[in-house]
């Protein structure tokens, strides 16, 4: 489709570029109506990039259009939900590996998201960081497994995910307030 006539947009290729007229008063929200006829132009423009080199965003009426409250807000959603989709899969797969977890660079190609989306939307969907999550997962499995008295504290540091008894010492302490040989005690 390379025109589109709806009631609060149209657009049309022509000779390599994109127009794309907004006909609507300028407002802060974007009505469903606005919304489902941007998320066609979206669409759209998919099938049409390699036909354009550029893209004219105007409004046929005097009072003009608001892009900044509408468009950006739009945008800035579509680019943290792609973020937010990543994130989903990476905790996923961290739940499955985290006691020798990839970097997050790896962790990024493997998800097809650029690093700083990743951590990005990350953050904003579980409050804590890669890294800091990977923590957590380790810390929770070496409280369970202190249970066990058979088991020292460098085998539970190493099925933990640690690269040594010491540095999971440090850890627990930090976290549980407690170095593990007192909290296995008690």
């Known amino acids: 489709m390379n025109s589109f006539k709806g009631q609060t947009l149209s657009w049309e290729l022509k000779d390599g570029v994109i127009e ?3 006909h609507r008063q300028p407002c802060n929200e974007i009505g469903s109506l606005t ?5 066609k132009f979206a669409s759209a423009m998919e099938r ?3 036909d354009a080199h550029a893209l ?9 259009f608001c892009a900044g409250a509408d ?10 939900m792609e973020g937010q989709a990543a994130a989903r899969g990476v905790r ?18 493997q998800f097809g998201i650029n690093r700083n989306k990743l951590c990005t939307g990350f953050h904003l969907l579980y409050g804590t960081t890669v890294y800091d999550f990977c923590r ?36 627990f302490a930090r976290h549980f307030g407690a170095p593990p040989s007192q909290f296995r005690a008690s």
């Open 48 to 50: 049409m990039q390699d």
């Open 20 to 22: 794309l007229a907004l």
């Open 35 to 39: 919304l489902e006829e941007l998320e």
């Open 92 to 109: 996923e797969f961290l739940e499955a590996c985290f006691t020798a977890p990839p970097t997050i660079h790896h962790l990024a190609r």
């Open 71 to 80: 468009l950006r807000e739009l945008y800035q959603g579509a680019q943290a």
């Open 136 to 171: 957590e997962l380790r810390l929770q499995k070496a409280q369970q497994l202190l249970a066990d008295p058979r088991l020292s504290l460098t085998d539970i540091a190493f099925s933990a995910g640690f690269g040594s008894a010491s540095a999971f010492s440090t850890a």
């Open 56 to 64: 004219i965003l105007y409004s046929t009426l005097k009072s003009g």
